[in-house]
């Protein structure tokens, strides 16, 4: 995920000049204004098997049975392989019950969520009509997939999920920047 994002700055100057900027700008106000402090330590261990396909997701955002539930589905996991050996598995399983959140991520069902997108915090955090997100936002091209976190979080793939860092990329909104520097 980090090499592709050089590749991209790299491909495009003019946006990775105005993301610094923007960066500069915002960082003096909202240095203190985040929930990085509360975040887990991202594990080079966890980012190495569970960062390949997408950002590594932050242990806090599923509840402890969630986490489970999906240690124990890899094999079958949203329609890939993602088995690990015994080793791994316990380092992964280790690390995400250490810093899982205490929130209930349970479906009405009962029984756990597989998807952190799934969870109630998730949805009304990232409702259509707040923040520029529209009720297409997560359809775009650029985005796919709402698992797709380091579409508009410009630090996911490092942990990070701090305001300053969110760019939504749709025309109009707040996520200008990125969309008048992507080429498209
Ligand atoms: C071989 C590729 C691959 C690996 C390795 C992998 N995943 Fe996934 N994972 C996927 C795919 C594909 C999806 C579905 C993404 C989507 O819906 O856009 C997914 C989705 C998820 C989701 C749900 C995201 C959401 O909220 O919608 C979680 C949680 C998750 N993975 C955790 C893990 C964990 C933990 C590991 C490491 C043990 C891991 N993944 C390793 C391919 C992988
Ligand atoms: C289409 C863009 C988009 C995608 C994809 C997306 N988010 Fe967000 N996210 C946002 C916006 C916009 C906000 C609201 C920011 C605000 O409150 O000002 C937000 C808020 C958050 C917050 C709260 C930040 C704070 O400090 O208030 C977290 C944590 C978060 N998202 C995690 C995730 C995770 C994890 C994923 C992937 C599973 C994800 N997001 C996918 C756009 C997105």
């Given at each position: 995920?980090?090499?592709?994002?050089?590749?991209?700055?790299?491909?495009?100057?003019?946006?990775?000049?105005?993301?610094?900027?923007?960066?500069?700008?915002?960082?003096?106000?909202?240095?203190?204004?985040?929930?990085?402090?509360?975040?887990?330590?991202?594990?080079?261990?966890?980012?190495?098997?569970?960062?390949?396909?997408?950002?590594?997701?932050?242990?806090?955002?599923?509840?402890?049975?969630?986490?489970?539930?999906?240690?124990?589905?890899?094999?079958?996991?949203?329609?890939?392989?993602?088995?690990?050996?015994a080793?791994?598995?316990?380092?992964?399983?280790?690390?995400?019950?250490?810093?899982?959140?205490?929130?209930?991520?349970?479906?009405?069902?009962?029984?756990?969520?597989?998807?952190?997108?799934?969870?109630?915090?998730?949805?009304?955090?990232?409702?259509?009509?707040e923040?520029?997100?529209?009720?297409?936002?997560?359809k775009?091209?650029?985005?796919?997939?709402?698992?797709?976190?380091?579409?508009?979080?410009?630090?996911?793939?490092?942990?990070?999920?701090?305001?300053?860092?969110?760019?939504?990329?749709?025309?109009?909104?707040?996520?200008?920047?990125?969309?008048?520097?992507?080429?498209?």
């Amino acid at each position: 995920m980090q090499a592709k994002t050089t590749r991209d700055s790299r491909r495009n100057p003019v946006r990775l000049a105005l993301f610094a900027a923007a960066l500069a700008l915002g960082a003096p106000a909202m240095a203190d204004d985040d929930d990085d402090n509360r975040r887990a330590p991202m594990s080079p261990a966890y980012v190495e098997e569970c960062g390949a396909c997408h950002v590594a997701f932050p242990p806090e955002l599923l509840s402890r049975r969630s986490w489970n539930a999906v240690v124990d589905g890899l094999a079958e996991h949203f329609g890939t392989d993602a088995s690990l050996d015994a080793q791994a598995l316990a380092t992964v399983r280790d690390y995400l019950d250490a810093y899982a959140g205490r929130r209930s991520t349970d479906g009405a069902n009962g029984k756990p969520l597989l998807r952190i997108t799934d969870t109630r915090w998730f949805q009304r955090e990232h409702r259509a009509g707040e923040h520029g997100l529209r009720a297409d936002t997560f359809k775009r091209a650029e985005v796919g997939s709402a698992a797709n976190c380091g579409a508009c979080h410009r630090g996911a793939a490092d942990g990070s999920y701090a305001e300053r860092e969110i760019r939504v990329p749709a025309p109009g909104v707040r996520a200008n920047i990125t969309a008048q520097g992507r080429t498209q």
